[in-house]
């Protein structure tokens, strides 16, 4: 009965230190979110601001902007500087709305994610996962926040393999399979003055990949809607690109994509192996959601499908090609993440 007169054996600091880390790092994403979301970063960028122009700018009171700040500042995002704030390098180059790098999309994914599935999480482990809209979580989650990741080194590393390849140079049609955002094909159409680039996807998706053709101006880049398993995907291409989607890692598309390829194309594949991580942070959140009228756990999804097994190597000899480069990629979206690059070249000779 006089237990709680006795310290705990195992130190309290042990377990507090665990919740206060948590929350903690809960707060910075939080404040990171609202800061985005508020431009708050667009205003910090060039001379200091005062927190009484930062107030009226965004609406915030000074003694709630103040702690804000505060943790910006702990958050290595923002500094003060003569009685005033503003960015950091790393802020200006990942949380201004105008930088190349922006990842603001980024930020809202994991935002949307926090709100609908962390907040309730004893509710999605007991009961139903969080179901979203294929439509909507491809064309305002998924795929925004996937092109901006790629671009912090993912891409450049990416077409930086594909321009050494002989073949490259001499291309002149090139489809990208599964395209989503389509910043692979207007990157390698901007490095080939001689090349005609398509982004292959279901119809919501280009239209996405629209709008990133008009900003980069890739006059050069189309888009064909369609479904790769059922339709026809074009004809004539010297090169044709998979990066993390079926389309690479299906058995049954090799065929429809080595007819596609003129002789001596190239099939470049990007894939992760993410069937196989360890991650336990994200193999929970996983299970977690799902897209109306999926199911997974049935291979339909590519992160559930391995790459590079011998029945995928086996086949892809079968379909007449011949793999000529393996790279590993780093992914910096994530600690120690990266992807495999296979090139394969149409014919033996």
């Known amino acids: 009965m006089l237990d709680f007169l006795k310290e705990p054996e195992e130190p ?8 206060d880390e948590g929350i903690q790092g809960l707060i910075r994403f939080a404040a990171l979110h609202a800061a985005s979301s508020l431009n708050l970063f667009d205003l910090l960028e060039g001379e200091p601001k005062t927190p009484g122009e930062l107030s ?4 915030m009171k000074e003694e709630r902007l103040l702690p804000l700040l505060a943790v910006l500042i702990q958050c290595r995002v923002v500094f003060n500087e003569n009685n005033g704030y503003r960015n950091s390098l790393l802020a200006s180059t990942y949380l201004v709305s105008w930088s190349p790098y922006c990842q603001n999309g980024h930020l809202e994914k994991y935002a949307v994610f926090l709100k609908t599935i ?4 004893p509710e999605r482990l007991t009961g139903s996962p969080k179901v979203f809209s294929q439509k909507v979580f491809f064309r305002d989650l998924a795929l925004p926040a996937m092109a901006e990741n ?6 450049q590393r990416t077409v930086g393999e594909i ?12 489809v990208d399979l599964g395209g ?6 207007i990157a390698l159409a901007a490095l080939n003055p001689g090349l005609e680039a398509y982004i292959f996807d279901l119809p919501h998706i280009t239209a996405l990949a629209g709008t990133y053709i008009e900003k980069y101006r890739a006059d050069r880049v189309s888009t064909i809607s369609g479904n790769f398993f059922t339709d026809d995907i074009g004809a004539g291409y010297d090169l044709v690109f998979s990066s993390s989607n079926p389309s690479g890692k299906s058995v049954e598309l090799l ?16 894939q992760s192996d993410e069937g196989r991580c360890d991650d336990g942070y994200h193999a929970l959140e996983w299970q977690l959601w799902t897209l109306e ?11 559930e499908q391995p790459f590079l097994t011998e029945e995928y190597r086996s086949a892809m000899s079968e379909a007449g090609f011949r793999i000529v480069h393996e790279k590993e990629i780093i992914d910096d979206y994530h600690k120690g993440s990266s992807v495999r690059m296979v090139i394969a070249k149409k014919g033996v000779g």
């Open 163 to 174: 321009v050494t390849m002989p073949e490259f140079a001499s291309a002149k049609k090139m």
């Open 56 to 59: 009226i700018a965004t609406g």
């Open 118 to 121: 962390w907040a309730y999480l």
């Open 150 to 155: 790629s671009l912090c080194g993912r891409l």
């Open 12 to 19: 309290p600091e042990h377990f507090f230190s665990l919740v």
């Open 180 to 185: 989503g955002h389509g910043l692979y094909a």
């Open 293 to 303: 009228g999926e199911e997974k756990g049935k291979g339909r999804y590519s992160r």
């Open 255 to 270: 065929g429809k994509i080595a007819d596609a390829l003129n002789e001596g194309g190239l099939f470049v594949n990007v």
